[in-house]
């Protein structure tokens, strides 16, 4: 729940109103008051921008998430799905990008500065199974790098999910983890193409 809260916003507003007051306090000679203004606010105001500087807003949803969803996903959702859902739908602060170090294990960012950006997701249900797709606008890394991955990406996300390359368009993918019923069999790469 406080993911979704942006905590630069909070720090923003208690340090403007604290710095604020600290001026007051100083044109009526409060120095209680300033003090308490100037040593408080101004530090956290700063820190409020800075946290501004280094933040990423939630990824949205590009579809509703009905209760059936909902059921399904308290049913089967691997760990895995729970956490990549958790942490990109909240605000995060000294990351590069959304997914960063899942990307930088896979080797699906060339440079620091060229990850694939995470757009959009999306929770559906596959042939009754749970399924989790994330949307990736991929400019600097090609489709056929991530079937290269494919690997790396059955044993990171694994076990007991199937993933699936779609290229949705140029430089535009989705990545979908679906949950495997029969988790104890493996996991499989399927590359869709355009």
Known sequence: ???????????????????????????????????????????????????KASELEPVPYTE?????????????????????????????????????QALKFLRLAPTDDEFPIVTGLRETETNGAYTLTLKFDSPYVPIEVWQERHEQMTRY???????????????????????NQLAGEGNQLTVVSS
Request: proline share 4%; charged share 20%.
């Open 64 to 100: 509703d998430i009905t209760d059936d969803i909902l059921e399904l996903r308290k049913q089967q959702a691997t760990v895995t799905q729970n956490k990549i859902r958790k942490d990109i739908t909240r605000f995060c602060y000294g990351q590069e990008a959304h997914f960063d």
């Open 157 to 179: 996300f694994g076990p007991g999910v199937d993933v699936k390359i779609t290229p949705t368009g140029e430089d535009q993918l989705e990545l979908t983890l679906i949950t």
């Open 1 to 51: 729940m406080f993911g979704r809260i942006p905590l630069s916003g909070i720090c923003l507003t208690i340090g403007s109103i604290l710095t604020t007051m600290g001026f007051i306090a100083y044109a009526y000679d409060n120095a209680t008051l300033n003090l308490v203004g100037f040593f408080y606010g101004v530090p956290i105001l700063l820190g409020g921008l800075a946290l």
